[in-house]
Structure formats: structure tokens, C-alpha cells
């Protein structure tokens, strides 16, 4: 048994451990840290993405260098009657090359391979029988227990195909709702990665997140003959399952007397709606280094108070996703999202960001509303914010 001291142990190298990392490292570059992760790699496998007006620009300096791809002619989407253009530049970031970043800067601060046992607020107990003793320590290891709240959920399979042929997708396309509608509100998202290469995503807005992936996976190779490109060859594939949040009691997600700080997805850290968690992730790792240092007790309430704070902020997209999983059919959900992007664009970017005005959120739901009016009020009064 060893036993092993840090400023601050990072429980979790993904998007939001590995960020926090990355901006402590970069900031507080005498700051003695350790980033803690089960899994071989860091970041897991996947492909995040974020539009530009996700990231305030003095937040840009953490990840601008983890951009592995940039589309600054914007993107499109597709529905079975409309068909737009937006002009947001959009940005991605490959896990593997998140990976390779992270260990180029942080260098033996990283112990991967290495599963954490037990976490306190001054301590990690690996399986392995080696304890880190910590000023400060933040779990950063995923979702955790959801039971206190209500999920809808964003299930996915990806996969990166190579061509015989160039594929003729000149931007990503965030949405193609044109396909047939099935678990719920099925899209397919498209990455242009090169002339020949292309990332395809199946995506669900489903009431359940069982995920059937090689029925999914049989959908995106029908997707690929039917788009006509000949010669498809899989050279990479992911799957993902995201709570879409409608409600649920944050005190008992996250109790006060829990003494552990939290990051990520275990903090409640991403938009209820979509469930997607970069932009908060950066947030948070900014602000986190911006006040450090703190020991174990403070960084547990700068943490809560934080996820509180966003709770408080997500009511509203909780409200919306109640609507689209209590009050629409499952394979009438797309008809939401054709009448969001019908909106004016500067709603549709900050609502992605999660910083919708009184005045976004009044026009998302003026007008015809896409949902039975009766189904839409048993929804709202028949579940807890």
C-alpha cells in the first residue's frame, strides 16, 4: 500500500475532470494535482460539439486548443418541410485527441487505469490499495444516481464511415428529421470530417434509454445507401445515453450534507433540454480556476452552490422538455424542433447555450403550439419542476 498527496484529486478524467485539469494546470501551474480515471483513456470515446456563441470569449483560451475540427460556414437542418441554413460556425472535439492533449500537458499528474473505491473529501481509495490524500477532492465520475430526478432521454449511436466517393455534405447537418420516426423523435447528425469521411449519427429523444444498437446501426448503413455512398466502411463507432431532464428534487439528487465536491454530469452540470454538458463544463473549470485555491470544505459548497444555481436557471427548459415527453406523441415529437427552427437565430443560439431571455422564452411558446393544448397542461400539472 502507497500512499500518495495532492493540492486537489480530480475523481474522473472526462470532459468536465479533464477540463478542470486543463484549466487548474494552465492558471495555478504550481498547483499539485492529480487526475484520477478508471478507464485506460481519458475522455471515454466520443465526439463533443459545441456552437461558437456556446463559449463566452474569455473562455475560449481552454478550449480552442481542443478543437479538432471547425465548420465557420455554419450548419443546416432538415425536417420533412422545412430545410435551413444558420450561419453559427460549429466546432467539435475527438476524445482521442482530447486524450492525447491532456497528456501532453498534465503529463504523470494523470493516473489512469486507476478506479476509485471510496471518495471523501480529503481522500481517494483506489482498488488497487493505493490512497490519495487530498486538500480538496471533486468527483467528476459521470452521471451517477439519478433517482431523484425525471429523465426523458437523448440516446445515440455514431459512427464514422469512409467512401469510395466524395459524400457532397458541405456543412454539419445538426438535424435530419426527414427519416422515419421511431423511439420517439429520431434525427440523424451528420459531421462532415473530409471530402470522403463522415461522421452519422442515430439520434432518439425516447421515453426509455434502452439503446438497440445493432437495430440502430442497421438504420444508419439504410441511411448511407439511401443518401447514395457507395463503399461505406466503418473505421469508428460510439454510443451514448443523455438524461434530458423535466424535473425531480435537487436536494435529494445532490443532499447539503453531502461533503463531497461534484463536477459534471454528477453535479446536474448540462442543459436540462438537450442534455448536452461542454458549454457548462468550461464554465465551471473557468470559474473553479478563477477562485482557486480552496480546500475540501470550500470547494464542496462553491460546488453545490453552483449546480443550485443552475437548477434554479433550468426550470424553464425543464418546463419544455416536460411538454415534449408528457404532451407530445413520441412520432409527432419532431414537430417541436420544426417549430423551434423556424425561430429567429440569435433565439436558437442562446437557447443552445442555455441563456434564453425572458423574451426567447415568451416567443418559444407564443403562437400555434406544436402539442395538444389539454396534453400540454397534464404535462405541466402532472409533474414537479
Known amino acids: 500500500m502507497t500512499s500518495m498527496t495532492c493540492d486537489i484529486a480530480i475523481v474522473g478524467g472526462g470532459l ?29 470515446n466520443h465526439v463533443w460539439s459545441f456552437f461558437d456563441a456556446d463559449i463566452a470569449p474569455d473562455h475560449r483560451w481552454l478550449v480552442d486548443p481542443l478543437v479538432s475540427a471547425r465548420w465557420p460556414g455554419g450548419h443546416d437542418v432538415r425536417f420533412p418541410d422545412l430545410r435551413r441554413h444558420l450561419s453559427a460556425p460549429y466546432n467539435s472535439i475527438v476524445s482521442s485527441e482530447y486524450d492525447g492533449r491532456l497528456r501532453t500537458i498534465l503529463g504523470d499528474r494523470i493516473l489512469a487505469s486507476a478506479t476509485a473505491e471510496r471518495v471523501t473529501a480529503g481522500s481517494v481509495m483506489l482498488a488497487d490499495g493505493r490512497i490519495i490524500d487530498a486538500a480538496a477532492v471533486i468527483d467528476a465520475r459521470g452521471a451517477g444516481d439519478l433517482s431523484a430526478l425525471r429523465c426523458g432521454w437523448q440516446k445515440f449511436v455514431g459512427q464514422v464511415i469512409e467512401l469510395d466517393r466524395p459524400h457532397g455534405v458541405d456543412h454539419p447537418v445538426i438535424m435530419d428529421a426527414t427519416v422515419e420516426q421511431v423511439d420517439g423523435y429520431r434525427f440523424v447528425y451528420l459531421l462532415p470530417m473530409g471530402e470522403r469521411r463522415i461522421f452519422v449519427e442515430d439520434t432518439y429523444y425516447s421515453d426509455a434509454p434502452t439503446l438497440e444498437v445493432s437495430a440502430i446501426e442497421r438504420r444508419i448503413a439504410d441511411y448511407a445507401a439511401h443518401a447514395g455512398w457507395a463503399g461505406a466502411r466503418v473505421i469508428h463507432g460510439e454510443t451514448g445515453v443523455l438524461p434530458v431532464v423535466y424535473g425531480g428534487d435537487f436536494d435529494r439528487f445532490w443532499p447539503a450534507a453531502d461533503p463531497v465536491a461534484r463536477a459534471g454530469a454528477r453535479a446536474g452540470l448540462f442543459q436540462p433540454m438537450t442534455g448536452y454538458s461542454l458549454p457548462d463544463a468550461v464554465r465551471f473549470a473557468c470559474a473553479l480556476a478563477d477562485r482557486w485555491p480552496m480546500d475540501g470544505p470550500a470547494l464542496a459548497r462553491f460546488s453545490r452552490q453552483w449546480a443550485a444555481d443552475h437548477w434554479r436557471r433550468g426550470g424553464y427548459y425543464r418546463l419544455l422538455g416536460k411538454m415534449l415527453f408528457g404532451a407530445a406523441k413520441p412520432d409527432m415529437r419532431w414537430r417541436i424542433f420544426d417549430r423551434f427552427y423556424r425561430l429567429p437565430e440569435p433565439l436558437i443560439g442562446r437557447f443552445y447555450a442555455g441563456r434564453s431571455t425572458q423574451a426567447d422564452r415568451l416567443r418559444i411558446l407564443c403562437g400555434k403550439p406544436p402539442v395538444p393544448i389539454r396534453a400540454a397542461m397534464r404535462a405541466l400539472l402532472g409533474y414537479s419542476a
Do not use: M, N
Open 16 to 44: 468536465a475532470g479533464g477540463l478542470i485539469a486543463l484549466a487548474l494546470a494552465t492558471r495555478h501551474p504550481d498547483a499539485r494535482l492529480l487526475l484520477v480515471e478508471g478507464a485506460p483513456t481519458l475522455g471515454g
